[in-house]
């Protein structure tokens, strides 16, 4: 027989989930129920796994934090796909869906691929009054009107799917992870030509606990339809390709996982494009997001195999002709993490120091400092003009001759460049003193610049592997045994051509010639300071507890606690 996975989304439902799962589980036995739960404070996972202990065709996945309904719908749709079910059908958990509903809407996929339960069309009621239902209607009457949709209700989750037509669709590529993807799934599914239907349905008001709709939504809601609009009117192609499959994911090993941004203009990785001062911006590597714990990366076998050799290989002369710049950058960061560091000078690790002037600053500072990088030019360029103690190779490669424990621990830049940064993470943490001090910069995607330039952020580029959020970033930390303790700004100072140059490279084409023509006009010498938020500094301790327990692994060694099981 075939068989159908209802499936719905939890924070705070305690009161309501174990109602729901046994109507739900009651209807028919070839329904199985999948719950995804984020970290909900009401302790609905807990119950969930207590419930599930007791019935096999309940499954829970657990996330750590609250990752939006839409990427909780796109991984409800792979694991319908994975586990090869016929049908899969949506809603939500407050029971203001009728669970008896969902064989009415079974029951209409017969002559349909995609039904949706409706507030709205003939038969239909709703227990939403006043404001609230102002609200619903007009979005929904909007979105009918203007994206030609043929049915009544767009924002409702309560959903019925083919799961064959999933597989010929790519709901990876929807942006919206709020209630926008629900529109929005619509949408593309109508634009692929698929037959869409609607069931009436008794709206009712969720049976306990108050709604969880953000004002933010309406807003967000609003933009992405216009953007649909727009697409539709000016006749913007609409990507409906087969959904692809990545690997699992590096850090909590789920198989669920989807495209953040497509690989694009790929071309021959060359060491000049390793250099801290690459212009290359026209290459785009693959990058992935895992809908359980959210980390975004680029995965193992998608970037260059000889990633080492093309860092060994760097020679970056722009680097040094702006060490101006690149002394303000450090002497301003310095000035930031002194005060946290709670310490006299003391013995400093810098991991990644490239051409040491990071070190030169600590050492001006009273710091015993030492370094380690793989590139030989940047290794050469520290010991010899700067007399710097700087090893050449990676942490892995002079572990066993580094003297530490170390008092502080410094990587500027380079998390995001490591294959492996939980295993780094681990090693860091052994070479830390127990009142030591890890300082990191890296990347933060859940900052504004990076939304809105979206596919066009700078810090998209092959060498980068890992796009942190401070949540991911967060999440890692924790498992590799430490605390975050201090989150501080982090600015570059740069001279202002070098600036320019940058926005030559990221704009299109056309606006170049402008660029560099203005370029021409602004003082050679001038250095700036700039900050857009996507790179922050990162102050670190050492969680003493999780050493006395002897929980601080590689991953690679024994792999990372699975949530999504």
């Known amino acids: 027989m075939n068989k159908t996975l209802i499936f719905t989304a939890t924070y705070n439902e305690r009161s309501n989930i174990e109602v729901f799962c046994e ?3 009651s209807l028919s036995s070839h329904y199985d129920l999948l719950v995804v739960d984020d970290n909900s404070p009401d302790g609905t996972g807990h119950l969930l796994d207590r419930l599930a202990s007791g019935n096999q065709r309940l499954h829970a996945i657990h996330r750590p934090r609250k990752l939006g309904l839409g990427s909780a719908h796109k991984l409800a749709m ?6 090869g079910y016929h049908t899969l059908i949506t809603m939500d958990a407050d029971l203001s869906h009728k669970p008896e509903d969902i064989l009415r809407l079974e029951q209409a996929l017969i002559d349909a691929d995609f039904v949706i339960g409706s507030r709205y069309c003939e038969g239909s009621t709703t ?3 006043g404001y609230r239902l102002f609200i619903s209607v007009i979005a929904n009457r909007m979105s009918r009107s203007l994206l030609g949709l043929p049915v009544h209700e767009t924002t409702s989750s309560f959903r019925a799917f083919r799961v064959n037509m999933l597989k010929l669709l790519d709901f990876q590529e929807i942006n919206s992870n709020g209630y926008g993807f629900f529109m929005e799934s619509i949408f593309r599914i109508h634009q692929a030509g698929f037959r869409c239907g609607e069931i009436s349905t008794n709206f009712r008001d969720r049976m306990a606990g108050t709604s969880k709709i953000p004002r933010y939504e309406i807003f967000a809601g609003i933009t992405n339809l216009l953007r649909l609009f727009l697409g539709r009117v000016f006749s913007l192609p609409v990507e409906n390709e087969p959904t692809k499959v990545f690997p699992v994911c590096c850090f909590c090993q789920s198989p669920f996982t989807v495209v953040k941004f497509p690989k694009k203009a790929a071309e021959d990785n060359r060491p000049m494009n390793f250099q801290c001062t690459s212009m290359d911006h026209g290459s785009k590597p693959l990058v992935v997001q895992c809908l ?20 060994e290989e760097v020679v970056d002369a722009r680097y040094i002709r702006d060490q101006a710049a690149r002394q303000r950058t450090f002497a301003l960061a310095f000035d930031r993490i002194e005060p946290l560091l709670s310490m006299t000078p003391g013995t400093m690790l810098e991991i990644g120091a490239y051409c040491g002037f990071f070190g030169r600053e600590a050492k001006l500072r009273g710091w015993d400092y030492v370094g380690v990088e793989p590139s ?3 290794v050469a360029y520290a010991r010899e003009s700067l007399k710097l103690d700087v090893r050449c190779g990676t942490l892995k490669q002079n572990y066993d001759e580094l003297s530490g424990p170390y008092d502080v621990i410094v990587l500027w830049d ?3 460049h490591i294959r492996d940064p939980m295993d780094l993470l681990v090693d860091v943490r052994r070479l830390l003193k127990d009142s030591g001090v890890l300082v990191l910069s890296t990347l933060d995607m859940d900052t504004w610049f990076p939304r809105l330039m979206g596919s066009r952020w700078p810090w998209i580029i092959d060498m980068h592997l890992f796009y942190f959020t401070h949540d991911t970033l967060e999440m890692m930390l924790n498992a590799a045994g430490f605390r975050l303790e201090k989150i501080e700004k982090y600015t570059h100072f740069a001279y202002i051509r070098y600036i320019f140059d940058k926005f030559a490279a990221l704009f299109p084409s056309m606006l170049r010639p402008l660029i560099l023509l203005l370029r021409l006009f602004v003082p050679a010498q001038a250095i700036i300071p700039f900050r857009f938020g996507d790179i922050r500094t990162f102050v670190i301790r050492k969680e003493l507890s999780v050493a006395a327990r002897g929980e601080v692994t590689s991953l690679k060694k024994t792999g990372y606690d699975k949530p999504w099981k």
């Not at 792979?78 to 586990?83: L, R, T």
């Open 376 to 378: 030989h030019w940047s």
């Open 292 to 311: 359980v714990c959210g980390l975004s990366f680029s995965p193992e076998g998608v970037y260059d195999s000889t990633l080492d050799t093309l860092y």
């Open 78 to 83: 792979q694991y319908s796909m994975q586990h």
């Open 127 to 129: 227990d939403y009054r």
């Open 23 to 25: 109507q739900v589980l």
């Open 414 to 416: 380079v998390l995001e």
